[in-house]
């Protein structure tokens, strides 16, 4: 399809695992972003690419969260050492141009759960 | 004070209703603002963006107030498929700055 995909859609892990959860946008969308949103929250942003370059990660909770944009296309979060507090639903979202008035197409998300 | 700040809900309405929601931000310095709809267990959407004229797409009208730093969502003739959260969502400063989501209204339309 044409949309942001988001793989795998569940992911269940045990405390202190490690995880990896890609992010593919839509095909020449500029600006990617991971947001991580709890139930009942609204989602709340981790960090920001254009292209390659992450140009905000002021979002990530922790140092055990990491992620990469290495060739401007695929996005891969990696949450290190997963606790249960991280257990939640991760969205990518994607945006054809960089400034943020641009609308943002979401992913259907992976939904994390750390046992 | 929150960021973004949303009544949560739920508004319960009849078919036909209209119905309102408001918003509030907290930086002054904010520029771009929208509303999304996330329907349960499914990925937010955009349903519009909220222009300082306010705007209109169908049955849905924006209107944002910059003084008094809120933003409304106005729903008429309210359909059973209107049955979703609504996001109510800022950029968090000027220029080009990550955006901040409300964490949203729950509206339930009643047959």
């Known amino acids: 399809g044409a949309g942001v995909s988001q793989s795998p859609r569940y992911k269940v892990a045990k405390r202190g695992q490690d995880v990896a959860l890609r992010c593919d946008p839509i095909s020449g969308h500029v600006s990617l972003f991971w947001y991580q949103q709890a139930l009942g929250q609204g989602p709340e942003f981790l960090t920001y690419?254009?292209?390659?370059?992450?140009?905000?990660k002021s979002g990530l909770p922790s140092d055990r969260f990491f992620a990469e944009r290495p060739e401007g296309s695929v996005s891969t979060l990696k949450i290190q050492r997963t606790q249960q507090e991280d257990s939640a639903v991760y969205l990518c979202?994607?945006?054809?141009?960089?400034?943020?008035?641009?609308?943002?197409?979401f992913g259907d998300g992976t939904r994390l759960s750390i046992l | 004070r929150k960021e973004v700040e949303q009544d949560p809900g739920p508004f319960n309405v009849p078919e036909g209703a209209t119905v309102a929601f408001n918003c509030t931000y907290s930086n002054s310095a904010s520029q771009s603002f929208f509303w999304y709809r996330q329907d349960c267990r499914k990925e937010p959407k955009l349903l519009m963006s909220?222009?300082?004229s306010g705007n209109e797409d169908g049955r849905f009208t924006a209107q944002l107030n910059r003084a008094s730093q809120y933003i409304s969502l106005l729903i008429r003739d309210s359909k059973l498929s209107d049955s979703a959260t609504y996001l109510c969502?800022?950029?968090?400063?000027?220029?080009?700055?990550?955006?901040?989501f409300g964490k949203g209204t729950r509206l339930s339309v009643i047959a």
């Open positions: 909220v222009y300082s």
């Open positions: 979202a994607s945006s054809l141009q960089q400034y943020s008035n641009q609308p943002q197409h």
């Open positions: 690419f254009q292209n390659e370059a992450q140009l905000d």
């Open positions: 969502v800022v950029n968090r400063n000027s220029g080009n700055t990550p955006l901040v």
